[in-house]
């Protein structure tokens, strides 16, 4: 059986590997929360003031209710690179299933189909059918081809212990690279006992175990960073 | 930890995606976590019997309380998940005491109502810690994720909420057309037969989703553990030391051991397959231009003949009619759900009598806004300009005298009790900066504490000098000014004043500033 994981590699026809990670209904429901109570202060707000019109004031005020519900996250999604506010907030985006930003007729019809996934009241159908489906998908994300996914955090410089840099005697993977890395990243929030047990793994390649076996790995995380 | 035997790939994740992880993990086992709740389920149904009768209500609240207990079912089977065994109800049957082992007590109680209740359900249930252990480990572990466990633990609630509605306005949609049942209204009479109807539901509600909350907990809870022991890289370590000795033995598997298969790639899109589309009218043989008359006979015929205007409907309604060989329970039973309601009474308006409320509502929020920010913007006025209107003004409150003015400490009890005494200790001892600054702070203390003088900390020497004038008589005015001038000039010129001038303002200090003797 697979390993599970959050993350789902496709390749796009240039040969680029590209890392999704859908986003499930916990999240989603947040986003969706935190949207509801923008567009309804905002309906509040301009009722207040359309209140004063009269009867005229109402046929216009459900025309923005209208449109606030239907066409808000649309034009939320297409234009902010698939993030309407409650998605912002909680680091979200909408993509198409093949990792394109989204467009204007997938985002509306993912959008009208909340019909379908509010059904029978209160979202059950598309709590449903989040869990049901392997990339958290309601049914207007599957109409749609589209995916709600977690945003990449933002690449730093790691802030790397100093040690002395040290070639490795072998070498390294991509993974293996950044493994290292991330590891001499990580280490000051480790136990310090940890710490060693985890360079320890790495014995055959360093030549030493213990405090010495963990400077040796760190001089190497140093010398991928480009410490000479 | 061995690379291979892991259910799931740890990777250092956000808080979010943990839950997803954890959700990742239900997904993938739900069978054997269906047939452990289902166990769970059936035996607290068989607990609940004798009350289930008369109180049917108590027994939801019965399950409601004892959620805890059915998420051990669940996480056991997860926990098992974490190393990629499958568990089935025999295993949990066989496990029995280690599950229910620890913690239960504790579970059920103190830390029934805990905000981050999936979140450290592992560390009692799976570590088996407990008192002060168990506190200090859910401090560490519950430190960075605290705020997503709290929401994950909100949405448990909201979706169990929103599930229960879900069900009900399912049933009730499901009734058939025109049918007198009100299951809203059910909750306003709380018949026996509602209460039982409501128990199912809730029981339904909560299989949907407890594992889901108890499968986001355990994400967080993993995802948490990966980060504080790197569980990620030891895997990617343990990879790379067993390719080290592969290459070192000079073995040629190497490359298939290293290469990792990508999962495979998500299904096809879905393709959406439009209706056919209606059929189009077939139109008689146009000829030339007729005369009316006749264009408005093909018209009819048209009208008749063509199918597209011969719309008929067929609806199909499912009615009960009493056949009177039926035995009384079912006909009532029946007659409850077929039920017709009593056509007539026009209730349109009621949705809009509703919306017309809302409108009331806003257009009142609007009003008072206007009017209390009017009834503000009045009151704001008369109190910028209560000086022109002669009104009262109120006294500047309280003021607190500063603990330093100009950088000298001239709070009371920084000084010595006989100042002048002190001071003149300090000259001889050859310290006439450390003398006069005493002297002159003690000075300005005096005024400040005993005079009621009001400077900010911020004050000069001038600006000390120009109030002491309104606050001391002429005689120690003018010594407080020779103070001052005596003060600046030893503090930036450097300028000694002599003994004689110095003894002079010790022997006058205690007259001018009050001296407390």
Known sequence: MQPIDTVRTIETPEGVELHLRPAGPVVRLWAFFVDQVVVWMGLILFGIGLAYLGPLGLGLWFILFFLAQWLYPVFFEVLGGGRTLGKRWLNLRVLMTDGRPVGWSPSLIRNLLRVVDGLPGAYTVGLVSTLLTRDFQRIGDIVAGTLVVHEEAGVQAPVLPLAEPVAPTLALTLEEQSAILAFAERSPRFTAARSEELADVLSPLSGARGAGGLKVVLGMARYLWGGR | ?517
């Open chain 2, 1 to 517: 930890m061995k690379p291979g035997t892991m259910g799931f790939v740890p990777r250092a994740r956000t808080a979010m995606e943990a839950v997803d992880l954890g959700l990742g993990l239900l997904q993938a086992h739900w069978r054997p976590v269906a047939g452990v709740w289902g166990l769970q389920v059936l035996f607290l149904l068989g607990l609940f019997l004798p009350f289930l009768f008369r109180t049917p209500l108590w027994c939801l609240l019965g399950y409601w309380w004892l959620k805890p207990w059915l998420d051990r079912g669940v996480l056991f089977v997860l926990s098992r998940a974490v190393f990629g065994q499958s568990a089935s109800v025999w295993d949990f049957l066989r496990e029995w005491r280690a599950v229910h082992r620890r913690g239960l007590a504790a579970g059920l109680l103190w830390r029934r109502l805990s905000p981050l209740r999936s979140y450290v359900l592992p560390i009692f249930q799976l570590e088996g810690l407990h008192g002060a252990g168990y506190r200090q480990r859910a401090r560490v572990l519950t430190r960075q994720s605290a705020g997503a466990g709290f929401l994950l633990t909100c949405s448990g609630w909201l979706f169990t909420l929103m599930t229960l509605v879900g069900f009900l306005a399912l049933l009730q949609g499901m009734m058939p057309p025109g049918s007198r049942v009100e299951l809203w209204s059910g909750f306003d009479t709380m018949t026996l037969g509602f209460q039982w109807f409501l128990t199912a539901v809730g029981i339904l509600a909560l299989t949907l989703t407890e594992p889901l909350f108890v499968a986001g907990g355990f994400g967080l809870y993993l995802n948490r553990r990966t980060h504080l022991e790197g569980w990620d890289l030891e895997l990617a370590f343990r990879r790379l030391a067993a390719r080290l000795s592969l290459v070192v033995l000079l073995l040629l598997g190497a490359r298939s051991l290293g290469a990792q298969e990508p999962p495979p790639a998500p299904d096809g899109e879905p393709v959406v397959q439009a209706e056919g589309a209606p059929p189009t009218p077939k139109h008689p043989a146009e000829g030339p231009l007729r005369p009316q008359e006749e264009a408005h006979q093909r018209a009819q015929r048209i009208l008749k003949e063509d199918p597209a205007f011969r719309h008929t409907e067929e609806i199909r309604v499912l009615s009960y009619e009493p056949t009177g060989r039926e035995p009384h329970w079912l006909r009532s039973f029946l007659d409850f759900f077929f039920a017709k309601k009593e056509p007539a009474k026009p209730s349109g308006s009621r949705n809009l009598d509703f919306l017309k409320g809302l409108w009331d509502l806003i257009a009142l929020v609007g009003k008072v806004m206007l009017v209390g920010g009017l009834l503000a913007f009045v009151l704001w006025l008369i109190y910028r300009f209560r000086h022109r209107l002669g009104l009262p003004v109120a006294r500047e409150p309280d003021w607190e005298a500063p603990a330093a003015v100009a950088g000298l400490d001239i709070r009371p009890e920084s000084l010595p009790p006989d100042v002048p005494a002190a001071a003149r200790h300090l000259f001889v001892r050859g310290e006439p900066r450390a003398a006069l600054a005493l002297l002159y702070r003690a000075a300005l203390a005096e005024l400040v504490h005993r005079k009621g003088m009001e400077i900010p900390a911020s004050a000069t020497e001038g600006d000390c000098l120009r109030a002491a004038g309104d606050h001391l008589d002429p005689g120690p005015a003018a010594i407080f000014k020779t103070l001052t001038l005596t003060w600046q000039r030893l503090a930036y010129k450097d300028d000694l004043p002599t003994r004689e001038a110095f003894e002079g303002l010790c022997e006058a200090w205690p007259a001018a500033f009050g001296g407390r003797s």
